[in-house]
C-alpha cells in the first residue's frame, strides 16, 4: 500500500494497543485507514501481547499481517540507553526492524549523561549501516534527554535523527519554534516523522508526568496543544504516527480506537 502523492503518511502508533496482538495491530490500523503502524520490540516495562520480543511466530504472523494488507512500519520501539543496554540486543532490535521493513528505530535515553548516550548512539548508527532503518532519539521530560535542544545536541554528533512528539515537547516547555530553529539550522532529514496527540494546556498532575504520557492524552483536536502551529513548522510530506492512549477510550474495542483515531487526525489535517 502506498500512500497517495501529496498526502501525509499516517501510522498507528503502537502505545495504545500493547494489550493487542501485534499481528492483530497491523490488520485493525489497516481496516482503519491507516498507511502504517509502529511496533513494539524491545524495551516494555512489563511483560505485553504487544512486544513481539524473541517470539519467532509472533513475528511470522505480523509479517503476514503487513503482506496482506500492504500496510508498512515506520518505526520499531523502544531501545533505552542504559549502562545495562547490550550489542547483542541492539543487533537483535535493528534486525527486526530491518526484516520487518521498518524505517526507523526509536531510542530514548533512559539514565546516560550527554556525553555517554551520543556514544551509545553513534554505535547504534553504525549497527543500523546498510539496513535501511535509521535510530530517532526521543526528547522526553521524564528522560534523561529532556528536551529538543538536549536530542539534537545528542543525535546530531552521533548521526541520528530526533522524533518529536507533540505532548513531550509541550511538557517540556518546548514549542514549534524550537522545532523550526532545529530544522532549520541542520536540515529537514533532522525531524524524519512525528508523533502527534493532544492535551490541556496545563498537566492534569505534573508531579506524575509518565502517567499522562502512557495513558491520558487526548486525541488531536480534542485539547489545547499547538498542533496546527507545529503541523505548519514540519515537512507537509512529513508522516505522522497518531499515539494517543486515552482514558475515554480505554474500553471500547481497538478497532474503535483506531477510528476514531483516524478521524481525529484527518480533521486536524484538514485545517493544516
Do not use: K, W
Given at each position: 500500500m502506498g500512500t497517495e502523492p501529496g498526502r501525509r503518511e499516517l501510522a498507528l502508533a503502537c502505545l495504545d494497543y500493547l494489550d493487542l496482538e501485534p499481528a492483530d495491530l497491523v490488520r485493525v490500523a489497516a481496516d482503519a485507514g491507516f498507511d502504517s503502524v509502529t511496533l513494539r520490540a524491545a524495551g516494555s516495562v512489563e511483560e505485553c501481547r504487544g512486544d513481539l520480543g524473541r517470539d519467532a511466530a509472533r513475528v511470522r504472523r505480523v509479517r503476514r499481517a503487513l503482506a496482506d494488507t500492504g500496510l508498512r512500519v515506520l518505526d520499531v520501539e523502544v531501545l533505552r540507553l542504559t549502562p545495562t543496554l547490550t550489542h547483542d540486543e541492539v543487533a537483535r532490535v535493528v534486525d527486526l526492524a530491518a526484516e520487518l521493513g521498518a524505517?526507523?528505530?526509536?531510542?530514548?535515553?533512559?539514565?546516560?549523561?550527554?556525553?555517554?548516550?551520543?556514544?551509545?548512539?553513534?554505535?547504534?548508527?553504525?549497527?543500523?549501516?546498510g539496513t535501511g532503518v535509521r535510530p530517532c532519539l526521543e526528547p522526553m521530560p521524564f528522560s534523561r534527554c529532556p528536551t529538543v535542544a538536549a536530542a539534537v545536541s545528542t543525535a546530531v554528533p552521533a548521526g541520528a535523527a530526533v522524533l518529536i512528539d507533540a505532548l513531550h515537547l509541550q511538557r517540556s516547555g518546548g514549542t514549534p519554534d524550537d522545532v523550526a530553529s532545529a530544522l532549520a539550522e541542520h536540515g529537514a532529514d533532522l525531524v524524519p516523522y512525528a508523533q502527534v496527540c493532544d492535551a490541556p494546556a496545563r498537566a492534569p498532575d505534573p508531579a506524575r508526568p509518565r502517567e499522562e504520557a502512557v495513558g491520558q492524552r487526548l486525541l488531536p483536536g480534542q485539547g489545547q496543544l499547538p498542533l496546527a502551529e507545529?503541523?505548519?513548522?514540519?515537512?507537509?510530506?512529513?508522516?505522522?504516527?497518531?499515539?494517543?492512549?486515552?482514558?475515554?477510550?480505554?474500553?471500547?474495542?481497538?478497532?474503535?480506537?483506531?477510528?476514531?483515531?483516524?478521524?481525529?487526525?484527518?480533521?486536524?489535517?484538514?485545517?493544516?
Amino acid at each position: 500500500m502506498g500512500t497517495e502523492p501529496g498526502r501525509r503518511e499516517l501510522a498507528l502508533a503502537c502505545l495504545d494497543y500493547l494489550d493487542l496482538e501485534p499481528a492483530d495491530l497491523v490488520r485493525v490500523a489497516a481496516d482503519a485507514g491507516f498507511d502504517s503502524v509502529t511496533l513494539r520490540a524491545a524495551g516494555s516495562v512489563e511483560e505485553c501481547r504487544g512486544d513481539l520480543g524473541r517470539d519467532a511466530a509472533r513475528v511470522r504472523r505480523v509479517r503476514r499481517a503487513l503482506a496482506d494488507t500492504g500496510l508498512r512500519v515506520l518505526d520499531v520501539e523502544v531501545l533505552r540507553l542504559t549502562p545495562t543496554l547490550t550489542h547483542d540486543e541492539v543487533a537483535r532490535v535493528v534486525d527486526l526492524a530491518a526484516e520487518l521493513g521498518a524505517r526507523h528505530v526509536l531510542v530514548v535515553n533512559s539514565e546516560l549523561d550527554a556525553e555517554e548516550a551520543t556514544d551509545r548512539l553513534g554505535r547504534i548508527v553504525e549497527r543500523c549501516a546498510g539496513t535501511g532503518v535509521r535510530p530517532c532519539l526521543e526528547p522526553m521530560p521524564f528522560s534523561r534527554c529532556p528536551t529538543v535542544a538536549a536530542a539534537v545536541s545528542t543525535a546530531v554528533p552521533a548521526g541520528a535523527a530526533v522524533l518529536i512528539d507533540a505532548l513531550h515537547l509541550q511538557r517540556s516547555g518546548g514549542t514549534p519554534d524550537d522545532v523550526a530553529s532545529a530544522l532549520a539550522e541542520h536540515g529537514a532529514d533532522l525531524v524524519p516523522y512525528a508523533q502527534v496527540c493532544d492535551a490541556p494546556a496545563r498537566a492534569p498532575d505534573p508531579a506524575r508526568p509518565r502517567e499522562e504520557a502512557v495513558g491520558q492524552r487526548l486525541l488531536p483536536g480534542q485539547g489545547q496543544l499547538p498542533l496546527a502551529e507545529l503541523l505548519s513548522v514540519l515537512p507537509r510530506d512529513l508522516p505522522l504516527a497518531v499515539e494517543a492512549p486515552t482514558r475515554e477510550l480505554a474500553r471500547r474495542s481497538p478497532a474503535d480506537r483506531a477510528a476514531a483515531a483516524i478521524r481525529a487526525v484527518r480533521d486536524v489535517l484538514s485545517l493544516d
